[in-house]
């Protein structure tokens, strides 16, 4: 049933695009109003903006192909014919039928957990509990060495070393991987691959690079890529990031947590009880 929905949704967008002139309404129109702000009436009703902010979100990315400046008058438009919609169901007695039923009750359910999830969430993720968190993981990490090098990628061993002889001779490493380097990235930034920790390269590469000192070039290293003639720019401790740059991902985290305690703690608290199916009958 909920394919078929959103498959009804799809099929009547373009329908909803050729008629919003019909309605003598215009996107320019609406300046930002405060929730309560009634922006049409369908057979009385209200539709204020918090309406229009809901079914914006509820449309989501299926609405992207419309202009941005015009999506709020879609979503007006939208509700008002699931408001017209909604009026014919009811006189049709179709909010009657047991299935209806059924899956509303599911829907009032799936949503009202949402809410009480969400809402527990929000309580414990405060700035404090996340400052926290912050705190603990920081003082566990343990010190990561990084470097930053530069490489030059080529096809084959004889390639490599004449690059390598070149270097050793005097010409500028950076001026030769913008020639000469078939890595599309880092070719045209002079091989540079900024900084990388280990496990962020293919062995062979990491294992030369940090055997490197500061300034120094490598022999050719082959990998599956090819041969790389590799630079040492420098070589530091990874710095801990700041709070402010994994809030978000602490807030993420905590929040998500925080949803699978309160779904633990319901099933430790409910009476749930399983019913076996019927056994299958016997073979005649």
Known sequence: MFLRVRQLRFAVFSLFLTIFASFGLSAAGFAANA???IVAKVNGTDITEADVSMALMDLGDSIQQIPEAQRHEYAVTYIID?????????????????????????????????????TQAKKAVTDASMRALYAETVKNLKPETEIRASHILVETEDQAKDIVKRI??????????TELSKDPGSGQQGGDLGFFTKERMVPEFSTAAFALAAGQVSDPVKSQFGYHVIKLVDKR????????????????????????????????????????????????
């Open 35 to 37: 929730p309560d702000h």
């Open 82 to 118: 699931l408001r017209l919609g909604a009026k014919a169901a009811r006189d049709a007695k179709l909010s009657d039928d047991a299935e209806f039923k059924r899956r509303l009750g599911y829907q009032t359910d799936r949503m009202l957990f949402e809410e009480y999830s969400a």
């Open 237 to 284: 401790e990874k710095p801990v990031p700041t709070y402010d740059e994994v809030k978000d991902q602490i807030e993420q985290f905590m929040f998500r947590k925080n949803q699978q305690e309160t779904i633990k703690a319901l099933r430790e608290t409910g009476k749930i009880e399983r019913i076996d199916p019927p056994a299958a009958p016997a073979a005649q």
């Open 168 to 177: 050793k001779s005097g010409e500028d490493f950076a001026k030769l991987a």
